[in-house]
């Protein structure tokens, strides 16, 4: 079993920066992906980034250019920059650990950008 604990979310202008930091624990190590997704309400989750066990990245087209996701694998630690936001990016964002066929998600935390 993977716990997964997202913090870091929270209220910001429009054009301010976050970062978002999940804490992974239990039966996790470096052969599993992450990633970062997001729902905003009334909307489909979505995924933002995510990084496979060989450290290859993927980016939502939204997000490229303006979020970086970066993975600490000795501390089971990953993160979300987040820079030039946007009112659009406002959604509840989720951290995800999957090795087929196991899959954990966090509990979400808050991001909301303000015009």
């Known amino acids: 079993q993977v716990q997964l604990v997202e913090s870091g979310g929270g209220l910001v202008q429009a054009g301010g920066s976050l970062r978002l930091s999940c804490a992974a624990s239990g039966s996790i190590d470096n052969t599993f992906s992450m990633g970062w997704y997001r729902q905003a309400p009334g909307k489909q989750r979505e995924l933002v980034a995510r990084i496979t066990n060989i450290g290859s990245m993927e980016y939502a087209d939204s997000v490229k250019g303006r979020f970086t996701i970066s993975r600490d694998s000795a501390q089971n630690m990953l993160y979300l920059q987040m820079n030039s936001l946007k009112p659009d990016d406002t959604a509840v964002y989720y951290c995800?650990?999957?090795?087929?066929?196991?899959?954990?998600w966090g509990q979400g935390t808050q991001v909301t950008v303000s015009s």
């Open positions: 995800r650990a999957n090795k087929w066929p196991r899959e954990s």
